[in-house]
């Protein structure tokens, strides 16, 4: 017995996973997309699109999008408290959401067809402003997105009917050997939870993994696809909104 016995994953599935890639880099295009592929997963792209040229930056996703894959919200401008400009400290709650809103106003252009997306905490931070003017900005992704993915509170994975959607925890994947995130899936896998793996470069960058190592993910994936749903974050939640009510 599990603690979501009052919870049944569709098609006799007994946990969930997520594969999600950070801002839009090329191998993620070229590796991560295709080797999910290869095994019948899909994943989830989250995109900054910034920049004048932002259409011609979002175009080469278009065909991974076509391919099943989510492509989801990043903001434009990544405002995190780790980069020198912008800071996300100095930033309020409405500079965040206009940012947000017009990232979502561009990728709705560029995949006219993606329906409901999930939004990526840049740097998994959630709060803007510092000391007596911090707060969260959870409510405005809740507003906007089915679901909103942070680094969370929780080293387990998510619990279906209790996780707060709009501030899921993730595992950030960098330099992990495959066992170390099989060893993870393994757990979601005893408790009947949802986990989400948080990936940049493959083989590229300075938050990378390998792309051996993520084929061995994949790898043991294929052979547990019986039991274990992996799936884009969107597809995830919509499932546990369409049996939970939210």
């Known amino acids: 017995m599990t603690s979501t016995d009052s919870f049944v ?7 969930a996973i997520s594969l999600t890639f950070d801002d839009g880099l090329p191998t993620q ?5 295709p080797r999910l592929e290869e095994t019948g997963f899909r994943g989830t792209f989250y995109l900054n699109p910034r920049g004048e040229r932002w259409q011609d930056r979002l175009a080469p996703w278009q065909p991974v999008q076509a391919a099943g894959h989510e492509i989801g919200n990043h903001t434009m401008a990544h405002p995190c408290s780790l980069n020198t400009t ?3 400290q100095s930033w309020t ?10 990232a979502q106003r561009r990728l709705d252009l560029s995949f006219p067809d993606q329906g409901e997306r999930s939004f990526a905490y840049p740097c ?35 619990h279906p009917v209790y996780a707060d959607l709009c501030h899921l925890s993730s595992w950030s994947a960098e330099r992990m050997s495959a066992w170390e995130m099989i060893g993870l899936v393994d757990q979601c896998l005893t408790e009947g939870w949802w986990g989400i793996l948080t990936f940049h470069g493959v083989n590229q960058g300075h938050l990378p993994i390998s792309e051996h190592d993520l084929c061995g993910l994949l790898d043991y994936l ?25």
Do not use: C
């Not at 994953?9 to 946990?15: D, F, H, L």
């Not at 409405?94 to 940012?99: A, K, L, T, V």
């Not at 992996?230 to 049996?243: F, S």
């Open 86 to 88: 912008p800071v996300l």
């Open 9 to 15: 994953w569709p098609e006799g599935y007994r946990a």
């Open 93 to 102: 709650v409405q500079q965040i959401r206009d940012d947000v809103q017009e």
């Open 29 to 33: 295009r070229k590796v991560a997309a």
């Open 222 to 246: 294929e052979r547990r696809q019986a039991h274990i749903w992996t799936a884009p974050v969107v597809q995830v939640a919509r499932a546990i909104l369409d049996q939970t009510g939210g």
């Open 124 to 158: 998994y931070e959630s709060d803007v402003g510092r000391g007596r003017t911090r707060q969260s900005y959870v409510p405005v992704i809740a507003e906007h997105f089915i679901a909103g993915r942070a680094r969370g509170t929780s080293m387990q994975g998510n």
